[in-house]
């Protein structure tokens, strides 16, 4: 049995770290664990422009000055390098081509994001038709721009189960179809259905996988009462899907990467009658992956799926510094700071058998 395991500094290729004074603790949670990470640009107002990409990245990294050391118990960071986010765009009716061409080639955007528009937080600004993004679509694979993508339909017939293996066969084929060089990440996927798409797309297709989608099912959010801190958008599917999920996360396929979705909501917004889709897992992130990699006998992979394919498909280095996650049971906070406001971590209470700290060391030791 495998107590100790290092492996290089890992990325977050899908988060959300929200705006203004929750700013200081969701950077602080990211930064404590992950070197980069895929920004999303769903704020209100929406970051369309690489102006506002700009902006909104000074303003997490003056947060990133500012946050203290993680203060969850199975987390210890210490010296590293300096958090880099990375920043993307968020498509409208409305893009313009050339203003993403110049936001991708001037460094202020290193993707743009998809969101049908009403198909989760904050998208009400989203696209409307696809063809309406012809020519940014197509200004997008000329310059090699990856286009990360919510895939569910927001067709109201379409039962919230279905969504996104409708928007599967619906869009996202026709899609890979028009654009065959176009990079294409299908993000926080969450069926056998978007397994089986990506493994059988080419090299420029992947998909990024959360935490509590290999961690639950709905069963979690919905037997024995509904609990809302489960709660996310895609929604928990079936055990077969999550079961899928767990061997194409741990299988070694590089079109498979981490992206964590952590999605901060205080504990007000959450528990209503209309509860805020998302989890809450940046605090505990690897710890989360370590249990699920250890459960399938798959340790020796998580390298890979953490801190070299999603690297490997943006056309980055892979980091040079190392983490370590050792096997020792903690409890997981039940809450946090989120800004003046309180947030309840995914699995709140609960004991995980890993904790994670920083390696000072250098790739060289």
């Known amino acids: 049995m495998t107590d100790l395991i290092r492996i290089r500094r890992p990325d977050d290729w899908h988060l959300h770290l929200r705006d203004g004074p929750a700013l200081t603790d969701t950077v602080a949670a990211t930064a404590a664990q992950f070197h980069r990470a895929i920004v999303m640009p769903n704020l209100v107002p929406p970051v369309t422009t690489g102006d506002q990409a700009e902006a909104y990245k000074a303003r997490i990294m003056a947060a990133a000055g500012a946050a203290p050391d993680s203060k969850v118990d199975g987390a210890r960071s210490g010296p590293s390098k300096p958090f880099l986010p990375?920043?993307?765009?968020?498509?409208t009716d409305t893009s313009k081509p050339e203003a993403i061409r110049t936001a991708f080639e001037g460094g202020q955007a290193v993707a743009c994001k998809l969101y049908p528009a009403g198909a989760t937080t904050n998208s009400d600004s989203g696209v409307t038709a696809l063809e309406r993004l012809t020519d940014v679509l197509e200004v997008m694979q000329a310059i090699g721009m990856p286009l990360l993508i919510h895939g569910e339909v927001t067709d109201a017939a379409i039962d919230i189960f279905d969504r996104e293996?409708?928007?599967?066969?619906?869009?996202?084929?026709?899609?890979?179809?028009?654009f065959p060089k176009l990079?294409?990440?299908?993000?926080?996927?969450?069926?056998?259905?978007?397994?089986?798409?990506?493994?059988?797309?080419?090299?420029?297709v992947a998909a990024t996988i959360t935490a509590h989608h290999l961690h639950c099912n709905r069963n979690h959010m919905l037997a024995g009462g509904i609990r809302p801190h489960y709660f996310c958008l895609p929604i928990l599917k079936r055990s077969s899907h999550q079961t899928?999920?767990?061997?194409?996360a741990t299988s070694g396929d590089p079109k498979f990467f981490l992206g964590t979705d952590s999605a901060p909501h205080a504990v007000e917004a959450k528990e209503s009658a209309c509860g805020c889709a998302g989890c809450y897992t940046a605090p505990l992130a690897m710890q989360l992956?370590?249990?699920?990699?250890d459960e399938m006998n798959a340790l020796d992979r998580l390298e890979g799926f953490a801190s070299r394919f999603g690297a490997d498909f943006y056309g980055l280095p892979v980091n040079d510094d190392f983490i370590t996650l050792k096997r020792q049971a903690w409890t997981v906070p039940d809450?946090?700071?989120?800004?003046?406001?309180?947030i309840r971590p995914f699995l709140a209470g609960q004991t995980l058998g890993w904790t994670f700290e920083?390696?000072?060391a250098d790739s060289n030791q």
């Open 86 to 91: 990375l920043m993307t765009l968020y498509l």
């Open 165 to 178: 293996r409708v928007f599967i066969e619906r869009t996202l084929k026709p899609l890979c179809q028009r």
């Open 183 to 204: 990079k294409v990440v299908l993000e926080h996927i969450t069926t056998s259905d978007a397994v089986d798409f990506v493994k059988a797309a080419g090299p420029q």
């Open 244 to 248: 899928a999920l767990r061997i194409a």
């Open 289 to 293: 992956y370590a249990t699920v990699f």
């Open 335 to 342: 809450a946090m700071a989120l800004g003046a406001a309180e």
């Open 358 to 360: 920083t390696d000072t």
